[in-house]
């Protein structure tokens, strides 16, 4: 079993549209949870930290479930620019603050007019 | 202020040849991590450098593979006897001190090609 696990879509939504993808991990023992954004053929780029008691920030939200091991990302009212691979961004047991995460393979999304 | 930087943006070379990669982390970053991402799939972690500490080498994949970080700021990634599995994007990141937000700062990445 893959550490973290995306679908890797994609998912292709209209504008405006709700979309939500969800991210799950094999280590119940993991610290901390994020969201990389990639656009094509760009490095990625941090789009969000993921909280035990869930944040938002502006359209987006996400959530984490520590007891299913999951982690989610929603996205409202979704705009031409959301066009992206989101990754699922995992930060394993041990070591100090500064070790190495752990990404998922992404989930495709675009959004179409 | 400047980002991570990564050089060559580009390099093909022919299969059983060396490469060097470079990356120059944003001033100051004491963590520096090397990824790769080949088509269609996430990012591979290869090794981390964290200050004066012994390099978190876990991730490469063979002894074809090396990195130094040479005065806590610059590194450079070898491949020795390049094959064509290695073709993929090896992206750098760095990271500074310890703040809400545990953030990784990603070069543009450099695209190997063997052919």
């Known amino acids: 079993r893959k550490e973290v696990e995306q679908d890797p879509g994609p998912f292709n939504v209209p504008e405006g549209a709700t979309v939500a993808f969800n991210c799950t991990y094999s280590n119940s023992a993991s610290q901390s949870f994020f969201w990389y954004r990639q656009d094509c053929r760009k490095e990625p780029k941090l789009l969000m930290s993921?909280?035990?008691s869930g944040n938002e920030d502006g359209r987006f939200t996400a959530q984490l479930n520590r007891a299913s091991q999951y982690i989610s990302l929603l996205i409202r009212d979704s705009k031409l620019s959301d066009s992206a691979t989101y990754l699922c961004?995992?930060?394993?047991?041990?070591?100090?603050?500064?070790?190495?995460?752990?990404f998922g393979q992404g989930t495709i999304l675009t959004v179409h007019p | 202020g400047a980002g991570v930087s990564q050089s060559p943006s580009n390099k093909v070379t022919e299969k059983g040849k060396d490469v060097e990669l470079r990356c120059d982390p944003i001033?100051?970053?004491?963590?520096l991590y090397w990824y790769r991402q080949s088509l269609g799939q996430g990012l591979e972690f290869l090794i981390y450098f964290q200050g004066n500490s012994a390099p978190d080498k876990s991730g490469l994949p063979s002894d074809r593979f090396s990195a130094e970080r040479t005065g806590g700021s610059v590194s450079t990634l070898t491949i020795q006897r390049t094959q064509q599995e290695d073709s993929a994007v090896y992206l750098c990141?760095?990271?500074?001190?310890?703040?809400?937000?545990?953030?990784?700062?990603f070069g543009p990445g450099t695209r190997l090609t063997v052919t």
């Open positions: 001033s100051g970053h004491t963590a």
């Open positions: 961004v995992v930060k394993p047991p041990g070591g100090t603050s500064y070790g190495k995460l752990t």
């Open positions: 993921v909280y035990s």
């Open positions: 990141a760095s990271r500074g001190l310890a703040g809400p937000v545990v953030e990784q700062y």
